[in-house]
């Protein structure tokens, strides 16, 4: 089991590396490429794009963890009738959202050109393109949820790294101002394509069960019945997007999308805090649903209890280092594009608003892998309507900084919500979670963030040289003190247990 965990997370950070590498090679030059509104343009696509995504009505999820819980007890028939059910559903939604987007470009393109007549066919060919991608995109979610329920994340990491730079090689070689926005849209579609039928084809490999599409298994339901499981999911998911990508829409809305950048490039730095928890938390849903298949509650406890406790001790130090360092280097990054003083406040802002929830990271995964998710559906909605009306009252009182302001209230309301139901759950108290799990980062944490803080003030970060040498620094100290004083003898062989193996060569 060991090995199978570090395998999957392995390859998932690597993904997360790749994409980290890429942005920050690749954004400067779509953001100069495409000019502001065709940036700020396509980020509000792609959040519209985002929202429709959760019309999946938690079949993701919910796909991942019936496959883990049907391989778990080798029910190879509820395997191909889950693929089947599943791909006939999200194939439909896939086709009415394209065509959503297929009737917009032909019907009102100018919505989204500026300048007149002559853009028109590039805006035109932008919606067509962002509806094939749809198309494929929804079905390409199964296989993707298949191979991450059976635990083969490395797979479909492989593929997803070789898209991502082979689209970065692409676009640096062809992008022009006029193509840019076109180019992108259609890469993205293409990749959908490729992604589907390559997952697909792992599916059928006789080690994963020879998993394929037949109709014949489709059954009415079993559908019901994922439906049923997935509305949590789905609710939850919907608040989420809600929260995530309602921003974009609201300052690009009120403010036009030239205002978004400003937004957009500092919330993909404090991103990837998240993205880091995501992929490190990303494999253990199934593992828990497996676990929990086989009735060993006890394991799950000291799992998830050991786990948090090292997510935790490594998002806390991320935040606070990007919101000393996330100014400087974005400033350094974009050659001063933006009002330093700004971007400093929205970082720590949109920092905050990730890093709260990420304190108990495996909530989520946990929750769902035993169907106990139903508190996100009953929380999370309030929550994210709440931050939607938020951040529109604060960007029309305070600009861009509001919608990050809009954000950080209601997660103090909520995050402890979900922390009693998972100490409930787990038959702990609350005060141990936060006297295990948190606290044993704050002295580490703390020394780290003032060194870090009194390099800011006397000497500055004039150049990457200058950044890099300071996380190196700083991320040395923390990671010794909280070695010596946050970790018990038990995790530390654990963690040397680990280290090694990651090394080692890896067997599917």
Not at 67 to 94: E, H, P, W
Not at 382 to 398: D, H, K, Q, R, T
Request: glycine share 8%; hydrophobic share 55%.
């Amino acid at each position: 089991m060991l090995k199978r965990i570090i395998v999957n997370t392995s390859s998932n950070m690597a993904q997360l590396i790749v994409s980290m590498v890429v942005t920050f090679v690749m954004a400067p030059i779509y953001l100069k490429a495409m000019g502001h509104h065709d940036y700020g343009l396509r980020e509000m696509v792609l959040a519209l794009v985002g929202y429709m995504g959760m019309l999946d009505l938690g079949m993701r999820p919910t796909v991942s963890r019936f496959a883990s819980m049907y391989n778990a007890q080798k029910d190879r028939d509820a395997l191909l009738t889950v693929y089947a059910c599943s791909l006939v559903f999200l194939g439909i939604v896939g086709f009415l959202l394209a065509s959503f987007f297929w009737i917009w470009a032909t019907t009102y393109p100018e919505w989204l050109n500026p300048s007149g007549e002559e853009e028109m066919a590039k805006y035109v060919l932008f919606l067509l393109l962002v509806g094939v991608q749809l198309l494929f995109v929804f079905p390409k979610y199964v296989t993707e949820s298949y191979l991450e329920g059976l635990q083969r994340y490395y797979f479909k990491n492989m593929v997803n790294i070789l898209t991502t730079i082979a689209i970065a090689v692409i676009s640096y070689i062809y992008i022009t101002p006029e193509n840019g926005l076109v180019l992108l849209v259609g890469l993205g579609a293409a990749s959908q394509v490729i992604k589907l039928l390559i997952f697909g084809l792992i599916l059928l490999k006789p080690a994963l069960g020879t998993i394929y599409p037949n109709i014949r298994y489709f059954s009415r339901k079993k559908l019901q019945e994922m439906l049923s499981f997935g509305l949590k999911s789905f609710i939850q998911g919907a608040a989420y997007k809600v929260e995530r990508l309602s921003d974009k829409l609201v300052i690009g809305s009120i403010l036009g999308p030239a205002a978004l950048p400003v937004y957009t490039i500092p919330s993909t730095l404090v991103g990837y805090i998240s993205s880091v928890t995501m992929t490190l938390t990303h494999v253990f849903m199934p593992l828990f649903s497996d676990l929990n298949a086989r009735n060993q509650q006890d394991k799950i406890k000291s799992i998830y209890m050991v786990a948090s406790k090292l997510v935790v001790g490594l998002v806390i130090p991320m935040g606070v280092g990007v919101c000393l360092i996330g100014g400087p280097f974005i400033a350094i990054w974009l050659e001063g594009e933006f009002d330093p003083a700004l971007v400093d406040a929205i970082i720590v802002l949109l920092v905050v608003y990730t890093l709260v929830p990420k304190l108990n990271p495996f909530a989520s995964r946990y929750l769902t892998a035993i169907n106990k998710h139903v508190i996100f559906a009953k929380v999370a909605p309030p929550a994210a309507l709440g931050n939607l009306g938020l951040s529109i009252w604060l960007v029309f009182e305070y600009g861009v900084i509001g919608a990050a302001l809009g954000s950080v209230l209601p997660v103090f309301v909520v995050m402890p919500i979900y922390l009693k139901v998972v100490a409930n759950n787990l038959e702990i108290t609350m005060l141990q979670f936060v006297k295990q799990v948190i606290l044993p980062a704050l002295i580490p944490v703390t020394v780290m963030g003032v060194g870090l803080a009194l390099w800011r003030v006397e000497y500055g970060f004039p150049g990457y040289l200058d950044i890099v040498l300071s996380v190196v620094v700083s991320g040395a100290v923390y990671g010794l003190l909280y070695w010596l004083v946050a970790l018990k003898e038990e995790e530390r062989e654990l963690l040397m247990r680990i280290v090694p193996a990651c090394f080692r060569r890896k067997v599917p």
